[in-house]
């Protein structure tokens, strides 16, 4: 596609429940990147995927959070039992990645507004 | 905790006027980028500066970077009332042809009154 597409747009779930919430990177991009921004904010790392190198999960906050990456393309971004501390906007980004001059610049999508009562 | 800081937190300006904001970062790094935001949504990169590069201008937009001093500086000229966004900085440690994590600041609010 054009963009970084991310769904869906916004998900309210109560707590206590599992939320999946998937990204779609743009084509050819060979990385992908999942942040969290809580309300006023900056932008928190969780986790980072790279071709077919093993990711970089140093920025989860908690084994409650965890991510796949299905052939090298869609991401899926899984928050298991969700706390209300989980509510935030969660931002995926993609960039050409490794091997290629591109200085890392990052396309984000629109994101995803998780809300937790 | 962020490496990235910006200020000031907020600034608000006039249309026409000139706008400001400046970054500072704590451990070396392969560049830095300056992302706006709208309406807390996604983010929209403007430009890159490398770790090797002191200034670069796009358009209305000129970055400068200070790595001895570990800083950096976004100054957008004669500003518009569609400029009014959050401006991030974020820092690039990794590889120069890989993909790396960025470290985001806080972020600056600009508004720009009509």
């Known amino acids: 596609g054009a963009g970084v597409s991310q769904s869906p747009s916004n998900k309210v779930t109560e707590k206590g429940k599992d939320v999946e919430l998937r990204c779609d990177p743009i084509s050819g991009h060979t990385a992908l990147y999942w942040y969290r921004q809580s309300l006023g904010q900056g932008l928190e790392f969780l986790i980072y995927?790279?071709?077919?190198?093993?990711?970089?999960k140093s920025g989860l906050p908690s084994d409650r959070f965890s991510a796949e990456r299905t052939g090298g393309s869609v991401s899926t971004l899984t928050i298991q039992r969700t706390q209300q501390e989980d509510s935030a906007v969660y931002l995926c980004?993609?960039?050409?990645?490794?091997?290629?001059?591109?200085?890392?610049?990052?396309?984000f999508g629109p994101g995803t507004r998780l809300t937790v009562l | 905790s962020q490496q990235g800081e910006e200020d000031p937190q907020a600034l608000s300006i006039q249309e026409g006027e000139n706008a400001t904001m400046n970054c500072s970062y704590k451990?070396?790094?392969?560049?830095l980028q300056w992302y706006r935001q709208n309406s807390g949504r996604g983010l929209v990169h403007l430009i890159l500066i490398r770790s090797n590069e002191r200034e670069k201008h796009s358009g209305r937009l000129r970055v400068t970077l200070d790595t001895s001093k570990k800083s950096s500086s976004l100054l957008i000229t004669a500003s518009r009332a569609a400029d009014t966004a959050s401006y991030f900085c974020a820092t690039d440690e990794g590889e120069e042809t890989s993909g790396s994590r960025l470290t985001f600041g806080e972020g600056t609010q600009l508004t720009v009154n009509p």
């Open positions: 995927f790279q071709g077919n190198s093993a990711p970089d």
């Open positions: 980004a993609s960039s050409l990645g490794i091997g290629v001059p591109t200085y890392n610049e990052q396309f």
């Open positions: 451990t070396s790094i392969n560049n």
